[in-house]
């Protein structure tokens, strides 16, 4: 199994940007899909964006397509999101996940084993 530790939230304002990191230990990363997720208070948890294996395929939510991009560096066991023209509507907490999930689940929360504890980003207007 591995850990995921996420880092690189915080407060910024509308239409700057972030970056996240999702560091991974104890297990063999580039044998698991990753992926970003987000949660609001009393919603379900969103999916955001994921990356394939070795990073050749990249999948967003709607709502982030063109704003937010996904990278993996598996060397370093470290996957990135860096979110430009951040919205007051981004604001969440930011879960990285991985799993050993196939095409047709990456987008589900049921397609990964392993999360992280989160880390929140407050985007003000």
């Known amino acids: 199994q591995v850990q995921l530790v996420e880092s690189g939230g915080g407060l910024v304002q509308a239409g700057e940007s972030l970056t996240l990191s999702c560091a991974a230990s104890?297990?063999?990363?580039?044998?698991?899909?990753t992926s970003w997720f987000r949660q609001t208070p009393g919603k379900e948890r969103e999916f955001v964006a994921a990356?394939?294996?070795?990073?050749?395929?990249?999948y967003y939510g709607d709502s982030v397509k063109g704003r937010f991009t996904i990278s993996r560096e598996n060397a370093k066991n470290t996957m990135y999101l860096q979110m430009n023209n951040l919205k007051p509507e981004d604001t969440a907490v930011y879960y990285c996940a991985a799993g050993r999930t196939i095409t047709s689940q990456i987008r589900l929360t049921s397609g990964y084993t392993n999360w992280g504890q989160g880390t929140r980003v407050t985007v003000s207007s």
């Open positions: 990356v394939s294996r070795v990073g050749g395929y990249t």
């Open positions: 104890g297990g063999t990363f580039s044998g698991y899909a």
